[in-house]
């Protein structure tokens, strides 16, 4: 199949995803994560160059918007809450994962370090999908567990490092060009978007684009990650973001309409049926290793600082994608793991994206209107702000 029919199979895919999700009520990342599967299987179709591009960058366009949706006031007010909670959803799933592999399955210890580290994750992508598309990112429990998130992420990509990465030369100009861009886009968006913003060829996205590829050429030539730097960028530029409401909406429209389906078509279609069929043990108690210690160490923590929304919270907390594929991707691509150990954990990964997400949307989502952030920072007069 070409590549311009690939495109358009995807297109109509994406098309009919986002009918789905409205008729049925469920988040559309959930329903293209599935399309995804389906469609690359039942098609026989592998992920082409172009998608994988398209959709790395989209994973990176949706950390930068979510860490631009923590509260950081908030975040310093409840760092406790914020730090046991996203320890616990990284620590307890990543040891227990990393035990079962490696006495249940016979892995060796390299491949049960990347099972531990991939099954570890909560999903920036997905949760930030689900609160956006619920209006739950503009409460406290959304903000609340964005901030966990984070904290969860940060000790998968620091596991993944310490343990695995080696850094090129290259890692000096990416954390200075990081920490640059960190200090000083925030100082510099406020009279670049004045100058230049607010105009149909949409110079803010722009610059937000090409911060964000630059942040990903060094990152690969560094032999490590753009996401990290992307969400702390996001973070730092999230009080710009309460002012200009307009700028991160449009910002938002791009990334959903456009970036965000082949991110998650993608996951989908890195998928290999034949593999999870053929290991539907190994399946399961691979999903049961990362499940259930995020549900029994995360939820009494939940139940003491998400009340009444702590089974919404731990739900959430138990979902996986971006960090969790990228993880197996290197353990492949380092030849750590083979390709029936890759579509293994990608698929648990997948399905960890799925089956809790559609739970906790169908059983246990709170009603955004009741629960609105009211200690959020107050817009200066004369500014607009969305509702």
């Given at each position: 199949m070409s590549q311009i029919a690939i495109a358009a199979v995807l297109a109509g895919t994406i098309l009919l995803a986002s009918t789905i999700s409205v008729q049925i009520g469920l988040a559309v990342a959930l329903i293209e994560l599935a399309a995804g599967f389906i469609v690359g299987n039942s098609l026989n179709l592998s992920v082409p160059s172009w998608l994988s591009f398209v959709g790395s960058f989209a994973g990176?366009?949706?950390t930068f918007l979510a860490g631009a949706e923590v509260d950081v006031p908030q975040f310093r007010r409840e760092w406790q809450a914020s730090l046991s909670i996203g320890f616990v959803s990284f620590f307890a799933p990543f040891a227990l994962v990393g035990l079962l592999a490696y006495y249940g399955l016979g892995w060796n210890h390299r491949q049960a370090e990347i099972a531990g580290i991939a099954l570890s994750t909560t999903s920036l992508a997905v949760v930030y999908a689900v609160l956006v598309e619920t209006g739950l990112n503009q409460t406290l429990i959304g903000k609340r567990i964005m901030a966990a998130t984070f904290v969860t992420d940060f000790g998968t990509v620091?596991?993944?490092?310490v343990l695995f990465i080696k850094p090129t030369f290259w890692?000096?100009?990416?954390?200075?060009?990081?920490?640059?861009?960190?200090?000083?886009?925030?100082?510099?968006?406020?009279?670049?978007?004045?100058?230049?913003?607010?105009?149909?060829?949409?110079?803010?996205?722009?610059?937000?684009?090409?911060?964000?590829?630059?942040?990903?050429?060094?990152?690969?030539?560094?032999?490590?990650?753009?996401?990290?730097?992307?969400?702390?960028?996001?973070?730092?530029?999230?009080?710009?973001?309460?002012?200009?409401?307009?700028?991160?909406?449009?910002?938002?429209?791009?990334?959903?309409?456009?970036?965000?389906?082949?991110?998650?078509?993608?996951?989908?279609?890195?998928?290999?049926?034949?593999?999870?069929?053929?290991?539907?043990?190994?399946?399961?108690?691979?999903?049961?290793?990362?499940?259930?210690p995020k549900l029994t160490g995360v939820y009494p923590l939940a139940r003491r600082y998400c009340a009444p929304h702590a089974a919404f919270t731990t739900l959430l907390m138990s979902t996986g994608l971006t960090f969790g594929t990228i993880s197996a991707?290197?353990?492949?691509?380092?030849?750590?793991?083979?390709?029936?150990q890759f579509s293994l954990l990608v698929g648990t990964v997948v399905l960890s994206a799925i089956i809790p997400t559609a739970i906790a949307q169908r059983f246990y989502q709170p009603k955004a209107e009741e629960h609105r952030d009211l200690t959020a920072p107050v817009a200066p007069a004369g500014v607009t702000r969305s509702p």
């Open positions: 990176v366009v949706l620091t596991a993944l490092s890692i000096v100009p990416f954390i200075v060009t990081a920490i640059v861009l960190i200090v000083g886009l925030p100082r510099i968006a406020p009279w670049f978007f004045a100058r230049f913003g607010d105009r149909v060829i949409e110079p803010e996205i722009k610059l937000v684009f090409a911060v964000l590829f630059l942040l990903m050429w060094l990152g690969a030539r560094a032999n490590s990650q753009a996401v990290l730097p992307a969400f702390v960028l996001g973070l730092v530029m999230s009080s710009h973001y309460v002012r200009h409401r307009k700028e991160q909406e449009r910002l938002r429209v791009v990334a959903f309409a456009f970036l965000t389906p082949f991110f998650f078509l993608k996951g989908g279609m890195s998928v290999s049926a034949s593999a999870l069929w053929g290991n539907l043990g190994v399946l399961g108690l691979l999903l049961v290793g990362k499940m259930v991707l290197y353990g492949l691509n380092a030849h750590i793991i083979d390709r029936t």
